[in-house]
């Protein structure tokens, strides 16, 4: 049997703290962004759909289409999303987790929640070689996920009454190639990557203790070391800069850098709405405001 339309819908992600250090062993967490969504639509075609290796979103259908025994399906699929892409916000596993529930929804079969996170991991392997999972597994969560690696992940609460305000350089991020710069300072990168370490480790005890300023210390001093590292971009700093200026509590560049977004901590909605003007007045080309 099948529906007319499957649907299947995924939230976004952004990094709160971890980016690089996490590569290293050092704690990553992530938060989920539910309101910044994916929705793919799956209907009939008169043609069999065709493969596309590295697409993320053809290889999650493919991946489903296989684990379900279908061949040369004869489909066709729209996507409608609010994430952007290459901007940190897990926009390729979102896509993947929607079309994936999409082509279920579609040959109305079950799903559970640990055979789509197989799926979806399946596919990013193949659009990103060796994706730490942390995309996937915050994108399918409705929790923080902090992650440490050859480790595992695990769930944060986090219900303070304050507010992240988001911003888009509008610049593509460029992750494997920060990655590299990391890589290629050696000695220098290691006190620096330790330090981000040590910074997660106190936003995760501040975030417990709803100790606001504590986390917007610990988010400031780690935008330092990531442009000291070299993964920051002008665009990011300009608009960290905003945020220190506008006195938001806290301000860093998310995701592998080079581009992507920055976030910024403020306690009231009021301040995030002062601040999200402020942002796409100073070059943002969009911003998301998340109720912490």
Not at 77 to 98: F, K, L, W
Not at 102 to 130: G, K, R, W
């Amino acid at each position: 049997m099948m529906k007319p339309i499957g649907i299947g819908r995924a939230h976004s992600k952004i990094i709160l703290m971890g980016e690089h250090s996490v590569v290293y062993g050092f704690p990553a967490i992530a938060l989920p962004l539910k309101n910044i969504e994916v929705v793919c639509q799956i209907k009939s075609a008169k043609q069999a759909l065709q493969m596309r290796i590295a697409d993320p979103l053809i290889t999650a259908i493919f991946a489903a289409l296989e684990y379900l025994g279908i061949s040369d399906a004869k489909i066709s699929y729209q996507i409608d999303s609010t994430v952007p892409q290459r901007r940190g916000m897990g926009s390729s596993a979102a896509v993947a987790i929607a079309a994936i529930r999409a082509v279920f929804d579609y040959y109305e079969q079950a799903l559970d929640n640990q055979t789509l996170e197989m799926l979806v991991n399946q596919a990013e392997i193949i659009a990103h070689t060796n994706p730490s999972g942390l995309d996937a597994k915050t994108c399918l969560s409705d929790h923080a996920i902090k992650f440490i690696r050859n480790i595992g992940f695990s769930t944060l609460e986090v219900d303070l009454g304050a507010f992240l305000v988001i911003a888009d350089t509008g610049i593509h991020g460029h992750t494997r190639e920060a990655v590299q710069k990391v890589e290629a300072q050696e000695e220098k990168a290691l006190p620096l990557l330790h330090g981000l370490g040590q910074l997660t480790d106190a936003f995760e005890v501040a975030l417990e203790e709803k100790n606001f300023e504590d986390m917007g210390l610990a988010m400031s001093h780690a935008h330092t070391i990531l442009d000291e590292l070299g993964v920051s971009s002008p665009e990011a700093n300009h608009l960290v800069a905003v945020a220190r200026k506008a006195h938001a509590l806290g301000a860093k560049m998310s995701g592998g850098g080079l581009g992507g977004c920055i976030i910024a901590l403020v306690k009231t909605a009021q301040e995030a709405q002062i601040l999200s003007r402020e942002f796409e007045k100073e070059g943002a080309v969009n911003t998301w405001i998340e109720n912490l």
